[in-house]
């Protein structure tokens, strides 16, 4: 009866431990992926480990130049419940055409995702829709 109980109870204890840790990394996503240079996309995910009230640092050559971090135009986004950010930023209408990536960063470290957006001229948007 003991050498059922202990078996058990080890088979239990491993069980527990071989069970895989889930843990939330964090995500980027921009939409639309492609963009007319002058119009708006909107950048959102989560950040795991993120206070509610903290900043999202998005880094993108693509993005307007008034606020800069680390030499490359930012965005800021307020981590909201649920640690997920959302904002929407207008691409410079004199964007030189080209795929861009989009990284960001809270409170001190990397995210570790990249989000890619690509940057059209109006008439290259109507030659894609008619081709």
């Given at each position: 009866m003991r050498?059922?109980?202990?078996?058990?109870?080890?088979?239990v204890s491993l069980g527990v431990l071989?069970?895989?840790?889930?843990?939330?990394?964090p995500s980027l996503k921009v939409t639309p992926t492609t963009v007319v240079r002058g119009h708006k996309v909107k950048v959102f995910g989560v950040v795991p480990g993120c206070t509610p009230g903290g900043q999202v640092v998005l880094l993108s050559k693509a993005f307007?130049?008034?606020?800069?971090?680390a030499g490359l135009p930012a965005v800021y986004a307020v981590v909201a419940a649920h640690s997920a950010y959302s904002v929407t930023v207008k691409i410079p209408a004199g964007k030189k055409p080209g795929k861009y990536t989009?990284?960001?960063?809270?409170?001190?470290?990397?995210?570790?995702?990249v989000a890619h957006l690509t940057v059209v001229a109006a008439q290259q948007q109507q030659q894609q829709q008619q081709g």
């Open positions: 050498t059922r109980f202990a078996l058990a109870a080890t088979c071989a069970a895989p840790a889930i843990a939330a990394s307007p130049t008034a606020n800069e971090f989009i990284t960001g960063r809270c409170g001190g470290g990397n995210l570790g995702k």
